[in-house]
């Protein structure tokens, strides 16, 4: 079954404005991760934070892990319209040798 | 330079017949993966391989048959294809599996269509 589920399944926002996208997942982790993919492309890695981390931040993305909800977000500050794109996370279920996807959001920048 | 390739993008064809699917990648990781992205962008994986050796094998019917001669390559074969088979699929690699938690890189994908 799915592990993650990402909330909502569709953002629309203005160029300059900040998108947060929410994912929860079911089994304990030892890590989870974001994926970005842009129409008709392949999927390219965000950041990845460790269960026992609770805050990370890379460039104008920051990420917040709450294991003991079972939930992770992801905040794009100052969109552009480039953030255009859908948006997955990904844990490794509790250190099944495998990524397990959630359904992603699809992140719309309006000029 | 191009990371994680695949070959061919886009792959139409009708129900019955054989396709294969390549892979390569560059990154001198030790271990690939297989994805099927459905219609409505739900990602599974179908197969791993860790230096040429089947690690996952998630309930996939037995037409697909991954191949890997070596670490750099993973090769996917379908047999008597079905409309249902019609998806993006993605290769990806990693370091070393998912011990800690690798980051996976990704193909392009390549669009099967079966009509």
């Known amino acids: 079954s799915q592990q993650g589920e990402e909330d909502p399944q569709a953002l629309s926002i203005q160029e300059g404005e900040n998108a947060t996208m929410n994912c929860s997942y079911k089994?304990?982790?030892?890590?989870l991760q974001w994926y970005r993919q842009n129409s008709g492309r392949g999927l390219v890695h965000l950041i990845l934070?460790?269960?026992?981390?609770r805050e990370k931040h890379s460039g104008r993305l920051r990420v917040t892990l709450d294991t003991s909800k079972k939930s992770s977000s992801l905040l794009i500050t100052a969109s552009r319209a480039a953030d255009t794109a859908s948006y997955f996370c990904a844990t490794d279920a509790g250190g099944a040798q495998k990524l397990v996807f959630g359904q992603g959001t699809r992140l719309t920048i309006n000029p | 330079d191009t990371a994680v390739s695949q070959t061919p993008k886009y792959l139409v064809t009708q129900m019955g017949n054989d396709k294969s699917i390549k892979c390569e990648q560059n990154l001198g990781h030790d271990t690939m993966y297989w994805y099927k992205q459905d219609s409505k962008k739900f990602l599974k994986i179908m197969f791993s391989y860790n230096n040429k050796e089947l690690i996952i094998n998630e309930t996939v019917p037995n037409r697909f048959s991954p191949k890997s001669p070596d670490k750099a390559h993973l090769n996917l074969h379908i047999n008597s294809l079905e409309l249902g088979d019609s998806a993006v699929y993605f290769c990806a690699s990693s370091q070393a599996g998912l011990v800690g938690g690798d980051t996976q890189y990704f193909g392009p994908g390549t669009r099967l269509t079966v009509l």
């Open positions: 934070i460790r269960s026992n981390e």
């Open positions: 089994t304990s982790i030892n890590n």
